[in-house]
């Protein structure tokens, strides 16, 4: 069973920087896309990044472009999602979700059941 594990949520001013952490255990293939969703309280889930694991794709929620970079971590089935100039509105559970087994064309944020697997999440505060 494939499992997703994330790590690196904090909380920080405005303006400041996290480094947001996913690694997948478990897994006898690898993964084809791996991405971020959050939801921040009161709000519906919503798409943050995706990457596809072979090629390097990557995709982004349009209003977070500039601001939010995702890359491969340094092992296999690993992500990171890194967050600069942090606004308030920024606040939510951040969730890692990944791609294993099924064929995922176009960008894999059009829809959450591009992705079979999810974590359980770590909280980013940001504070003004």
């Known amino acids: 069973q494939v499992q997703l594990v994330e790590s690196g949520g904090g909380s920080v001013q405005a303006g400041g920087s996290l480094k947001l952490f996913c690694a997948a255990s478990?897994?006898?293939?690898?993964?084809?896309?791996m991405g971020w969703f959050r939801q921040a309280p009161g709000k519906e889930r919503e798409a943050v990044a995706a990457?596809?694991?072979?090629?390097?794709?990557?995709f982004y929620a349009d209003s977070l472009k500039g601001r939010f970079t995702i890359a491969r971590g340094d092992d296999r089935d690993t992500v990171t999602l890194q967050m600069d100039n942090l606004k308030p509105e920024d606040t939510a559970m951040y969730y890692c979700?990944?791609?294993?087994?099924?064929?995922?064309?176009?960008?894999?944020?059009?829809?959450?059941?591009?992705?079979?697997?999810w974590g359980r999440g770590t909280q980013v505060t940001v504070s003004s």
């Open positions: 979700a990944a791609a294993f087994g099924r064929v995922v064309n176009g960008n894999p944020l059009s829809k959450e059941a591009n992705f079979n697997y």
């Open positions: 478990g897994a006898t293939y690898r993964s084809n896309v």
């Open positions: 990457r596809f694991t072979s090629g390097g794709m990557t």
